[in-house]
């Protein structure tokens, strides 16, 4: 299995245009969770699944975020409008299956830079 | 709420040194502990795990102890080598409701030669 996989691995964006990040978890895998790592802040839920559907989003910071699992393989986390506060490296991770769901594979990040 | 306390960093640590990095936690019930490893550009990986009190997890020559009369769950290793020079967390995952970790803030730790 490749792992987790995050797309993109950097983006750089200008204040009010759209982000849109994407994870393909682990297959097998049936939770799937969304954390953000800022130096500020440390790292932080945003949002997690299970079985494609949304648990628990108390962590997604507005109505400026917004999270979808359309299947197994894929989610995405939008960011609409994006503000530089939003600039932070954002983590997929999956977890689930023999290993249990608190036993997480992250991905490689994907770091956002808002100017 | 569930809560994870770790030493501030960074650990800077001579080569084959003795290594300590402190975890403290606040949760109902009993938590399962973890600590995972960040490498320069990279996302987290499991170093290991402890499912109950006085269980001890270990890999790569780290340990951690699960101590429910403390609290703790501190990572030590005898002997570090550069290699190992990487962000530290120490982790949480409760027994029952909420299925995701909550993280400590992280400890550096930089070996030098």
């Known amino acids: 299995d490749a792992g987790v996989i995050q797309s993109p691995r950097h983006e750089v964006t200008e204040m009010g245009q759209e982000v849109t990040l994407r994870c393909k978890p682990i297959s097998g895998h049936d939770y799937l969770f969304w954390y953000r790592q800022t130096m500020m802040r440390g790292l932080e839920l945003l949002i997690y699944?299970?079985?494609?559907?949304?648990?628990?989003d108390s962590g997604m910071p507005e109505d400026r975020f917004s999270a979808k699992m359309p299947n197994a393989s894929f989610s995405t986390l939008k960011i609409q409008p994006s503000e530089p506060r939003d600039s932070a490296v954002y983590f997929c991770a999956s977890g689930g299956g023999h290993s249990g769901a608190n036993v997480l594979t992250f991905g490689a990040g994907s770091r956002l830079t808002v100017l | 709420g569930d809560s994870v306390t770790q030493m501030e960093g960074p650990v800077t640590l001579s080569e084959e040194a003795f290594l300590t990095i402190n975890c403290t936690y606040t949760?109902?019930?009993?938590?399962?502990l973890f600590w995972y490893v960040q490498y320069p550009g990279e996302g987290l990986q499991l170093l290991l795990k402890?499912?109950?009190?006085?269980d001890k997890g270990s890999n790569k020559g780290f340990e951690a102890t699960y101590r429910k009369e403390t609290t703790s769950f501190h990572l030590e290793k005898g002997s570090v080598q550069v290699s190992d020079s990487a962000v530290y967390f120490c982790a949480l995952s409760p027994d029952t409701g909420r299925r995701a970790l909550t993280f400590g803030s992280g400890t550096r730790l930089q070996v030098q030669p």
């Open positions: 402890a499912t109950k009190a006085d």
């Open positions: 699944f299970n079985n494609n559907v949304p648990i628990d």
């Open positions: 949760a109902t019930g009993y938590p399962s």
